[in-house]
């Protein structure tokens, strides 16, 4: 019986800490995400920069959990993707923001040139 026993909880173990697979796809978009709102300007808005720092750190521990054998690791990673992808959305946001800006800007300065 004791034998049995410290087999099944050395089994138990074993399969405690067996690593979870994570989807190479899933791992290659979020960083692609992230990279890509680095690239667009995240780091100069700051709600963006935030959503950005939280993706990269969601993924850091997600690799870590699924290392670890924790299967909660995809659901991890799939917020890190989400929070890169709204960081890539808000980046982009506040540059057309700034360009439609200056083009209202550029149009006053035009319609006061045509109204001399």
Known sequence: MTKRMTMFLAVLA???????PLSADRLEHNEASMRAASEVGAAGVPA???HLQMARDQTVTAKRMAANGDDRAPLLLARAESDAELALGMAREATVHADALK??????????RGDR
Do not use: N, S, Y
């Open 14 to 20: 074993a399969t405690g800490c067996a690593a979870i």
């Open 48 to 50: 963006a920069r935030l």
């Open 103 to 112: 083009a209202a800007e550029d149009l006053k300065v035009v319609q006061a």
